[in-house]
């Protein structure tokens, strides 16, 4: 019998990273070294006290029953942390915990838009903000982040008849691949043209705590009118290095919030409570290792980006977030082809650019998740195999 699939399909082709980890294992077979900067998975271990609240309510029968909904001890959990660490104030009905901020930027789509409707997504940006648009038949226009713009979308040049039809808008700072940082300034615009247009902002929150030279990280909901025009996603993944067991939370507009509640009611019944004790855990513990994670994230960027400055490959720092976006050296042109060389001659693995939009192109993102020493083997290890001096 021939198995006929849903034309949607269609649009999942094997994924970019599949490809790399293929030629990562045939050298790995062949006993070369591979330096894996492609993929963002923290290299950190969770502190004691988060993995002690897992084990320990793991260990009660009596959780592992339905949860239905957050605690009383989560929803406590993420006000105090919002309120501690931006100001922001959160009722009851303001927030919602989801298994990581991919699946729930999947699924939000379906509570706010219909097939034909306009998403607006950045480029270059993280592949998962199409996805939900895209499984709901809504149509992705891409908005341009452009490093003579400071890699900020142009709000006051942007199209209003685009604009006035896009149903909801993605941004994301610190910013996936690129690395850059949004000022305070940029957020009363956002929101401003978010009123005047009608559109809904979801904001990607992941890297607030992954912000180097001096910078404080934000909340969008930090600023006035925020709540009236969106949602924020604030993920534990990278913040507690707790990538696997998938917490994060959707903050804000309380209608969007309540029908995003709605919709998951018929298709989830609530987060495994051991995860959610774990999550009370590290909002409400110790701190001390987010900070000390920062320094560490930071002097792994200065030494890979000073690294490669210093043998001739202009790749600028970055302002926040575990990734580094590098132009391509001179002579090369094709991101995907210069992984592949890169990785043949000096064992790097990172991801080509044109993974996260068409402006992606020219580009490579390295993740920041080697220790220092290791990212100054990487910088021999490009400098002796020569592919700053073009192709073999």
């Known amino acids: 019998m021939e ?49 002690e609240a897992l084990a320990q309510a793991a260990s009660d029968p009596a959780n592992y029953r339905y949860s239905l909904g957050e605690t009383a001890e989560l929803t406590q959990a993420v006000q105090h942390w919002y309120k501690r660490r931006y100001g922001v104030e959160l009722a009851e009905n303001e927030l919602m915990a989801v298994y990581g901020s991919q699946e729930g930027l999947t699924h939000i789509g379906w509570t706010l838009c219909d097939p034909g409707d306009v998403v607006l997504v950045p480029d270059p940006g993280y592949p998962i903000f199409e996805l939900g648009p895209y499984l709901c038949g809504a149509s992705c226009v891409h908005y341009p982040l452009l490093k003579e713009n400071d890699y900020l979308p142009d709000l006051e040049h942007f199209d209003p008849d685009l604009a006035k039809r896009a149903r909801f808008m993605v941004v994301s700072y610190p910013a996936n691949p690129l690395g850059a940082a949004a000022p305070d300034e940029f957020y009363p615009r956002l929101i401003e043209f978010a009123q005047k247009h009608g559109i809904v902002i979801l ?160 580009h490579v993102r390295f993740a920041l998740v080697r220790p220092v020493s290791v990212m100054k083997e990487i910088v021999a290890a490009v400098e002796d195999g020569g592919i700053l001096e073009g192709r073999a």
Not at 6 to 27: C, Q, S, T, Y
Not at 225 to 245: D, I, Q
């Open 3 to 51: 198995i006929k699939f849903a034309r949607r399909m269609d649009g999942f082709e094997p994924g970019i990273f599949n490809v790399l980890d293929e030629r990562k294992n045939e050298r790995l077979a062949q006993g070369k070294p591979v330096y894996n900067l492609s993929i963002g998975t923290p290299d950190f271990l969770p502190e004691s006290h988060i993995v």
């Open 203 to 362: 904001h990607d929150n992941a890297y607030s705590e992954i912000i180097f030279d001096g910078r404080v990280g934000k909340s969008f909901l930090s600023f006035d009118g925020a709540k009236e025009v969106g949602v924020e996603f604030n993920s534990l993944s990278k913040t507690y290095n707790l990538t696997g067991a998938r917490v994060s939370f959707v903050v804000g507009n309380r209608e969007i919030v309540g029908a995003f509640k709605r919709l998951r009611s018929q298709i989830d019944y609530g987060m495994f409570l051991p995860i959610q004790h774990a999550a009370a855990a590290a909002l409400n513990g110790p701190q001390d290792s987010v900070e000390r994670n920062r320094l560490e994230y930071q002097a792994r960027r200065d030494a890979l980006c000073g690294g490669l400055r210093s043998i001739g490959w202009e790749v600028p720092d970055s302002q926040g977030s575990m990734f580094v976006w590098a132009p391509l050296p001179a002579g090369y042109a094709n991101s995907v082809e210069f992984c592949f060389e890169l990785l043949d001659r000096t064992g790097l693995l990172c991801t080509p650019g044109s993974a996260f939009g068409p402006l992606g192109e020219g």
